[in-house]
């Protein structure tokens, strides 16, 4: 079976939530599931076959939290990542303006400047206006599995 693995960053527990609320439907589309709440590098680069789907709060003025920051710090160090393919759900509050998802957006561009491959849109949860972040995340990875075409023939 194939592999996704989510990669979560979060300070008040709620980017885990989301990441447990979304792991059975990748489950039901075949793949083999792991939730990581310490990543590391190796997250990534072990399984080139694997897909990562990373579920970030921001804290602070737009920053990492603090599980996070080693791992943005190696991948920072990382020559290249060309083989990882990922999804992001980045959840913030828009009452802090330009910071806003600011954690996600930050490893969005990371990621992307050290050539990985985003798959389709990034989501950005607001606190202001979802108070479940989940209930923006479970469609948005319905739609995100089904536009990837990410079902595991059974």
């Known amino acids: 079976m194939p592999n996704v693995n989510i990669l979560v960053g979060t300070m008040y527990g709620g980017a885990l939530d989301v990441a447990e609320q979304v792991k059975p439907l990748f489950e039901e589309a075949g793949y083999t599931v ?8 190796n997250d990534l680069t072990e399984s080139p076959d694997s897909l990562s789907l990373f579920c970030v709060s921001t804290t ?20 290249a990542l060309t083989q990882v393919r990922y999804g992001l759900i ?6 802090y303006g330009e910071t806003y998802c600011g954690a996600g957006r930050a ?5 992307q400047d050290h050539g990985a491959q985003r798959l389709g849109e990034r989501l950005e949860i607001d606190a202001m206006e979802t108070f479940m972040a989940d209930d923006a995340a479970i469609p ?11 079902k595991v023939a059974s």
Request: no cysteine.
């Open 34 to 41: 792991s939730i990581s709440e310490q990543p590391t590098l």
């Open 60 to 79: 602070g003025s737009g920053d990492f939290p603090g599980n996070f920051v080693n791992f943005t710090r190696e991948i920072k160090e990382h020559p």
């Open 90 to 95: 980045a959840l913030g509050d828009s009452s």
């Open 107 to 111: 490893l969005d561009e990371l990621l």
């Open 140 to 150: 948005w990875v319905e739609s995100w599995i089904e536009a990837e075409n990410l």
